[in-house]
T-cell receptor, first 115, second 114 residues
Framework: DSGVTQTPKHLITATGQRVTLRCSPR?????VYWYQQSLDQGLQFLIQ???????AKGNILERFSAQQFPDLHSELNLSSLELGDSALYFC??????????????FGEGSRLTVL | AQKITQTQPGMFVQEKEAVTLDCTYD???????LFWYKQPSSGEMIFLIY??????QNATEGRYSLNFQKARKSANLVISASQLGDSAMYFC???????????FGDGTTLTVKP
């Protein structure tokens, strides 16, 4: 158990819909990262938050947005869903430092299926 | 920008034998960290081992060791005495200070044969 909690574990929805994925980081971790893992694109970095503020942005679509709340949990919002958005979405947390403390602790992922 | 290359999409190893999973990286930064993660079929990502760019000795964690060759920009994972439970996908990743994200390779699927 990594200590990172993601909900829901599985989600099936239709094209055009909107979903929200939730992540609670490990106790004490200030950084939250979102990654998308699809079969044809590997593990793609979406966005990072550190203590409530956006720190880094990757290949995140404009239809996607995220935020980190004062209690450090984070939400990833996916809207106008397309078939290609079907993927495993990981949340990870870290202390936020460098060196070995840069290791990521991953949640179990939220598997999104868009029909 | 950082780039991780894992050239072995799939590998097979006999139980109890050692196996090396290749990873090469590219970065212009002098300070960076290299990580290996394991993803079993159940889907979760598990941290295995870390190597810092200034570490003079290769990292070891139990049956895992990292063969770090800085001049060649390689960070190969060596798994000794393979077990059936080692069958999984393995990802090499890099992180540089203040970059935020970790960059991952495409992964190598390891199958351990009994």
């Amino acid at each position: 158990d990594s200590g990172v909690t993601q909900t829901p574990k599985h989600l099936i929805t239709a094209t055009g819909q909107r979903v929200t994925l939730r992540c609670s980081p490990r106790s004490g971790d200030l950084s939250v990262y979102w990654y998308q893992q699809s079969l044809d694109q590997g593990l793609q970095f979406l966005i990072q938050y550190y203590n409530g503020e956006e720190r880094a942005k990757g290949n995140i679509l404009e239809r996607f947005s995220a935020q980190q709340f004062p209690d450090l949990h984070s939400e990833l919002n996916l809207s106008s869903l397309e078939l290609g958005d079907s993927a495993l979405y990981f949340c990870a947390s870290s202390v936020g430092g460098v060196g070995k403390t840069g290791e990521l602790f991953f949640g179990e992922g939220s598997r999104l299926t868009v029909l | 920008a950082q780039k991780i290359t894992q050239t072995q999409p799939g590998m097979f190893v006999q139980e109890k034998e050692a196996v090396t999973l290749d990873c090469t990286y590219d970065t212009s930064d002098q300070s960076y960290g290299l990580f290996w993660y394991k993803q079993p079929s159940s889907g979760e990502m598990i941290f295995l081992i870390y190597q810092g760019s200034y570490d003079e000795q290769n990292a070891t964690e139990g049956r895992y060791s990292l063969n770090f060759q800085k001049a060649r920009k390689s960070a190969n994972l060596v798994i000794s005495a393979s077990q059936l439970g080692d069958s999984a996908m393995y990802f090499c990743a890099m992180r540089v200070p203040n970059a935020g994200k970790s960059t991952f390779g495409d992964g190598t699927t390891l199958t351990v044969k009994p």
